[in-house]
């Protein structure tokens, strides 16, 4: 990851549920998600870095369907923790992630 620190990077990643005859160079959705942790803990302290350093903000939250594994995953991951669930007409429910500024500091 050093080799990218100095171009602003966002990393965007998909899992799509394609099956190898319509999609062969998808590796299978196990690994996908393994990359994407990996990804998200390399860049993590600096993206999170950035937020705090830059906003008046103590906490920053993350909002995902409570389905999606990856992300949800990847909160855990780098420290943030479930602070709610909502009742969400479209996702039928959706979960809030949070990590504040001190806790960020103490990773």
């Not at 160079?25 to 393994?34: A, F, N, Q, R, T």
């Not at 993590?44 to 594994?69: H, L, Q, R």
Request: some cysteine; charged content about 25%; proline content about 5%.
């Amino acid at each position: 990851m050093g080799l990218v620190n100095d171009f602003g990077q966002f990393w965007y990643l998909t899992i799509m549920p394609y099956e190898k005859d319509i999609e062969p160079g998808v590796p299978d959705k196990s690994e996908v998600i393994e990359a994407f942790k990996y990804l998200s803990r390399a860049v993590w302290v600096e993206a999170c870095g950035w937020v705090f350093e830059n906003t008046k903000y103590d906490t920053i939250y993350s909002y995902m369907k409570y389905t999606n594994v990856a992300s949800y995953s990847t909160a855990l991951a780098n420290g943030m923790k479930k602070v709610k669930e909502y009742p969400d007409p479209k996702n039928e429910i959706s979960y809030a992630y949070a990590i504040t500024r001190k806790e960020w500091e103490e990773l």
